[in-house]
């Protein structure tokens, strides 16, 4: 069965604080490796793909990286408007995805 | 914005009672899945399609059936709604055979009484 851990499930920052976030998954046949943002009331919205270890993503001041057991989500000075929830979801080859219970970040001013 | 819209936004119903929750896209997209959201438990899938009137079950199925007659709707029914089927739920589209993004729309909140 497919697992997908993230951990922690809070981290409250202050505004510049770098942190990060951690997805480990156990899978048979891992096509790629997703991270959404979250933000309350809405519905989950697509960040990045990793699809190998060793692969790298950036967007603004997010940091995505993969290897063979898990994946992190790089914050780096973060600002209050990067308060949300942030999910990992890991893609088997039928293409269906098994979510992680999210972390949610919260940055202080 | 995948042009994913989600009916009713909110409903409270009573224990025993049908509900159907509509996802619609305007974009022809042939993938469409249901999920459900719940505290602790990330989000997990019910049903999904694959064409128009080709469906077949996710993870947390039991309780819930689904149609798909037209490309740009996709129906989720409750048979007969229960507590434990309070949740937030959500759709997504996937584009096409070869894409692997889901986008998702805005969520349904839905409680049982």
């Known amino acids: 069965e497919d697992q997908v851990t993230q951990s922690p499930e809070a981290l409250r920052l202050q505004e510049g604080e770098s942190s990060s976030l951690n997805c480990s998954y156990t899978?048979?046949?891992?096509?790629?490796l997703f991270w959404y943002r979250q933000d309350p009331g809405k519905g989950p919205e697509f960040l990045f793909t990793?699809?190998?270890a060793g692969e790298e993503k950036e967007k603004e001041r997010l940091k995505a990286t993969l290897t063979k057991k898990e994946s992190f989500l790089h914050i780096t000075a973060p600002k209050p408007e990067d308060s949300a929830t942030y999910l990992c979801?890991?893609?088997?080859?039928?293409?269906?995805?098994?979510f992680g219970a999210g972390t949610t970040v919260t940055v202080r001013a | 914005d995948a042009g994913i819209t989600q009916s009713p936004r909110h409903k409270v119903t009573e224990t025993g009672t049908p509900v159907t929750l509509r996802c619609h896209q305007t974009?022809?997209?042939?993938?469409m899945y249901w999920y459900r959201q719940d505290p602790g438990h990330g989000l997990r899938l019910i049903h999904y399609?694959?064409?128009?009137?080709?469906?077949d079950k996710g993870e947390v199925s039991d309780g819930y059936s689904v149609s798909r007659s037209k490309t740009e709707d996709f129906l989720l029914t409750l048979e007969s709604a229960t507590s434990s089927q309070t949740s937030v739920y959500f759709c997504?589209?996937?584009?096409?055979?070869?894409?692997?993004?889901?986008?998702f729309g805005p969520g349904t909140r839905l409680t049982v009484l």
């Open positions: 990793l699809y190998s």
């Open positions: 979801a890991v893609q088997t080859n039928d293409y269906k995805l098994s």
């Open positions: 899978v048979s046949g891992l096509r790629g």
């Open positions: 399609s694959y064409g128009v009137k080709d469906t």
């Open positions: 974009e022809n997209h042939r993938y």
């Open positions: 997504a589209i996937r584009q096409g055979v070869n894409t692997d993004t889901q986008y």
